[in-house]
């Protein structure tokens, strides 16, 4: 259940005359009270024999009347606006339940405590199945003003309850960092026009995808204008940039203005000092940004950032999950078509997941977002689904680590988002990942071969070489081992290699996860003779990965993401 505290100025005839007329979208049916601060207030809706427009004057004239007793010492905002929607799949509701919704509402938000007789005056407007809207005004009826301190957090903690005590759905407990919700006449004006999101969340996806592959405000701003996104810059005295807005093209209000949202309201991670920190860590100054694939790069950043979930400090960890969430938001234009639906619900998803009270330091990720930077820029290199399965594979890892970070931090709206994401970045793994698999399978090494690399694992890592020749992608990962010998280096240096990047104990295809690190292992430059050769002089005749390799750190999730 979601309710929605909204403040007003002036006095409650337009919102009344809005609330029992047709609605902008003939979406009002049946307007009527369920509940008034006195149990008998005139009802529009349900006055037959008079004139409905002279049933709304007499409501809110009433409603009114406290206001009126002050004359000049009237303050500016005296309307409180609170709709109230239970969840789709909840149980239609009776007036009499709506009824005791509203009386709670009102208590909980300090505009009418029970039994307190000189509260507010208010009413609960019923014009659909699933909401209400209880409108009030904010003058006693004693003259003074209701004590409404936190008045948003007390409703939101009463919805809790209420959704507990009428057995409705039960949401996520926040902590104000959630992006702004489409009001409802933003959603019937998608609706009207056809569109399957409201303009706020196109411009949402729209920015974060433009901070997300810039380097600069410049390109940033640029990168807007090239998806059609208007900007209108709010200049200081100095005629610096202090804040800005922006627009979707033909989205107009009323008088053909083009409707302009600021961008602390898409989200707070939004707003343009916000986008400025975050360009910042990703300047084109110089850094130590080894040359090489930039898919291997980003893989490796990803694949690091459930370490700094479970060891670094929480401002590090925030980091690196909002920069996880800019290189989910830059994968769908990367993607082959058929997967960039998905990836992009996988990123939306995430969205909520990347933004905490924890302030973060967008410095320790910078290589992750530089590294999906240059894969973005770069079309040669969008289409390679092995480059893409590999990345998907360590993030599945990364975005459970994250889940379970959220977890032990009481986020529990981040935590149910990272739990979405799973789902999505799952179904786009295997559609991605299989005919990739399919075609190294194709080319797998004599048998001869896999037999001798079968005695490699057996020596090497025992605890799991029966799982490994038992996976249906051990073809696969024979291929890749023979590549990489190919490519100079030794099939067994690699593997050890491959086994002590993280411990397979969680993982449902061991085979798989070796097959993208050997992949990445291979491509690297191979050591020359003498340095195989002194490798060979200082290593065991049969090296074995030591268990306390294969184990899994002290803070991993028990209930990891299966692959």
Excluded at 12 to 41: C, M, Q
Excluded at 237 to 255: E, I, Q, R, W, Y
Excluded at 280 to 287: G, H, I, L, R, V
Excluded at 351 to 364: G, K, M, N, Q, V
């Amino acid at each position: 259940m979601i309710p929605k505290v909204i403040l007003g100025h002036g006095d409650t005839r337009r919102l009344i005359a809005y609330l029992f007329g047709k609605g902008t979208a003939n979406e009002h049916v049946d307007p009527h009270l369920v509940a008034s601060w006195n149990g008998f207030a005139p009802d529009p809706g349900r006055s037959p024999h008079r004139d409905p427009k002279e049933v709304e004057k007499q409501l809110h004239s009433q409603l009114d009347q406290p206001v009126a007793m002050l004359g000049r010492r009237t303050p500016k905002t005296i309307v409180w606006h609170c709709p109230v929607r239970a969840a789709p799949e909840d149980p239609i509701l009776t007036d009499a339940q709506w009824a005791e919704i509203a009386r709670r509402i009102v208590a909980a938000a300090g505009i009418a405590p029970a039994g307190d007789a000189e509260a507010c005056r208010w009413v609960a407007v019923r014009h659909a199945d699933d909401h209400i809207h209880i409108a009030a005004t904010l003058i006693r009826q004693d003259g003074r003003r209701p004590k409404r301190d936190y008045d948003i957090r007390a409703v939101q903690k009463e919805a809790r309850q209420i959704e507990i005590d009428y057995g409705l759905r039960r949401l996520k407990p926040g902590d104000g960092t959630a992006a702004k919700r489409p009001t409802s006449k933003e959603v019937f004006k998608a609706r009207r026009l056809g569109q399957d999101a409201t303009s706020r969340e196109v411009l949402r996806l729209r920015v974060r995808r433009a901070m997300a592959a810039a380097s600069t405000e410049a390109e940033f701003f640029a990168l807007l204008e090239a998806t059609g996104v208007t900007v209108r810059l709010k200049l200081g005295p100095s005629g610096d940039a202090l804040g800005c807005k922006f627009a979707l093209p033909g989205d107009t209000n009323d008088k053909g203005e083009p409707v302009f949202y600021a961008g602390s309201t898409l989200a707070g991670d939004l707003s343009l000092p916000k986008i400025r920190q975050r360009l910042a860590t990703t300047s084109p100054e110089p850094m130590a940004v080894w040359p090489g694939n930039p898919w291997h790069q980003a893989t490796a950043a990803t694949e690091r950032i459930p370490h700094h979930l479970a060891h670094s400090d929480d401002e590090a960890a925030q980091g690196q999950l909002a920069a996880l969430g800019g290189a989910l938001d830059l994968l769908p234009l990367t993607a082959p078509a058929a997967a960039r639906a998905e990836l992009e619900r996988a990123a939306v998803a995430f969205e909520r997941a990347t933004r905490s009270r924890i302030a973060a330091d967008h410095a320790s990720a910078r290589v992750l977002r530089r590294s999906v930077q240059a894969i973005w820029k770069d079309p040669v290199r969008r289409e390679d689904g092995a480059g893409l399965a590999m990345l998907l594979d360590v993030a599945l890892t990364a975005v459970a680590y994250a889940m379970h970070w959220h977890r032990a931090r009481q986020h529990a709206q981040q935590q149910a988002a990272a739990e979405q994401t799973l789902i999505h970045l799952h179904a786009v793994y295997a559609q991605i990942a299989e005919p990739v698999l399919v075609g190294l399978a194709n080319r797998a090494p004599s048998p001869q071969t896999k037999r001798r690399y079968a005695q490699h694992l057996q020596q090497t890592v025992p605890k799991h070489a029966e799982r490994i020749l038992d996976d249906p992608a051990w073809d696969a990962l024979a291929t890749v081992l023979a590549e990489a010998e190919a490519a100079g280096h030794n099939a067994t240096t690699v593997l050890v290699q491959a086994l002590g990047q993280r411990a397979l104990d969680d993982t449902h295809s061991p085979a798989r996860a070796l097959t993208w690190r050997i992949r990445r292992l291979g491509e690297r430059h191979a050591p020359g003779p003498r340095a195989q050769a002194a490798n060979a002089r200082h290593s065991p005749e049969r090296p074995t990965v030591p268990d306390s390799a294969l184990r899994m750190p002290a803070q991993q999730p028990s209930d990891a993401r299966r692959r």
